[in-house]
C-alpha cells in the first residue's frame, strides 16, 4: 500500500460519503481524510457511522439516502459545516439475500433496492450538484459495479438492474455538468474482500473458487484499493477523467483466459 502521508491532495476540500460506516466506504472516508479531506460521514447505522466520524475527525450526519429531505439535509449540513461541497462519494448500497434469479425474487425485493441503490444515486446528485454549480466546481463519484459491465449467471437481478443505471445515470450527469467544471464518474469495483464475503468463502470454497478463477489478479480487492481510486476521482490528478465507468477490478472484465 502507498504511503497516503506523502499524499495531501484534498488540502481544504470537504467530501460527503454515504455508507461510510463499513467497507469501501469506511475505507474511504479514511482515506480522504488522510489526504487532508473534512469528511461528512452519512449512513443509516448511527454507531458505525459515527464510529467513522470520530475515527477521520469528520462530521456523522445519519442518513436514510432513500429518504429526499434527509439527503437535502446531509448536503446542506456538510456546507453549513464546512462551508463547501467538493466531493460526493454516493456509496451506500445494499445487496440482500431476497434480491437473486428474476423467477424467486419479488417485486418487494425488487423495489427496495433499486431504492437504496439507484434512487438514492439520483437524489444524492440532485442534492450535491447544485452546490458544485455555484463552487464551479466538483467531483461526484457514484458506485456502481463490475456488474453493470458483466452478466453472472449468480444473479441478483435487481443489483445489477441498479448498478447498470448508476452507471448510465453518471455517465449522462457527467456530460451535462462537464462545462460547469464538475466531473462524474461511475466506480466499478471488482469483488472486495469483505467479512460477509470471506465468511461466505470459508464456508463454500468452492463458491469462492468460481469467481476467483475470473480474476487475472488471482484474489479480490481489499476495501482500500477501492479507496485509493476513490481519492485519485476525488482529486485534481484526475482533472480530465469524467463520464467514465472507472473500473477498479483486477483485470476481470478484460479477461477471456486466466493465469492457472
Ligand atoms: N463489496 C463488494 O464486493 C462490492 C463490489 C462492487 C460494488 N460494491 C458496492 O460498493 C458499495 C459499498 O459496498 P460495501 O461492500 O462497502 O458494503 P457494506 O455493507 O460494507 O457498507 C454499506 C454501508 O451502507 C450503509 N447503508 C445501507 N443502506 C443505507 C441507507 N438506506 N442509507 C444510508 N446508508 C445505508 C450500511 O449501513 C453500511 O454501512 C455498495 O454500493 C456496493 O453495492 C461492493
Redesign the pocket.
Known sequence: MTDNHVCRRLTGRTAVV??A?????LASARRLASEGARVVC????ET?GKAAAGEVGGLFVR????DPDQVEALFQAAYDTYGSVDVAFN?????PPDDDSIIETGLEAWKRVQE??LT?VYLCCKAAIPYMRRQGKGSVIN?A??VARMGAATSQISYTASKGGVLAMSRELGVQFAREGIRVNALC????N?PL?RELFAKDPERAARRLVHIPAGRFAE?EEIAAAVAFLASDDSSFVNATDFLVDGGLTGAYVTPL
Do not use: E, K, Q, R
Open positions: 454515504t455508507g460506516g463499513s467497507g469501501i466506504g452519512a449512513d443509516i447505522d458505525t442518513t436514510d439516502v432513500t456509496n451506500a448500497g445494499i445487496s437504496v441503490n438514492s458506485t459495479s463490475f469495483p471488482g469483488p472486495v469483505t464475503l476495501a
